[in-house]
């Protein structure tokens, strides 16, 4: 690697590490907050906040979208994209599918699918934090 792209990738990393788990702390506390009946639920049962920072990154995730370029010939949904095209993923919206999450705009604390939010990515552009964000409160284990 060059010490420009050594430059660049410490730039994502540092983001990654700084930005995105702000805002999904935040993001988590006024989940709850907001969901009075719920918050309560985590207070008095703390094995519950790994939910309820899993359904929070589906129901607000930290990064809204990303930008990704199509390295193949694909088609979408019946739209035909050529290499070298710019896709903009709307990771907000795919954690709301209502195809995939009943009630998608409902924060449940009880949603059984919740991990397979998108707000980490996928494939090789999948969160270098993942892990770290999934490490059980209290226990110091990854779930």
């Known amino acids: 690697m060059s010490n420009e792209d050594i430059l660049a990738a410490a730039r994502v990393i540092i983001f990654g590490g700084l930005e995105t788990t702000a805002a999904m702390l935040t993001n988590t506390v006024w989940a709850l907050l907001s969901h009075p009946s719920q918050y309560e639920t985590v207070l008095s049962h703390p094995h519950l906040l790994t939910q ?16 990704r370029f199509v390295t193949r010939p694909v088609v979408v949904r019946g739209v035909e994209l050529a290499p070298g095209e710019m896709v903009q993923c709307m990771v907000g919206a795919a954690n709301r599918d209502p195809e995939h999450f009943a009630d998608p705009e409902l924060f449940d604390l009880w949603r059984s699918n919740a991990r397979d939010h998108l707000s980490f990515a996928t494939g090789k552009h999948f969160c270098l934090g993942a892990a770290l964000t999934r490490i059980a409160p209290g226990r110091g284990s990854a779930q």
């Open 52 to 67: 309820a920072i899993e359904e929070a990154l589906r129901w607000e995730p930290p990064v809204q979208s990303c930008t």
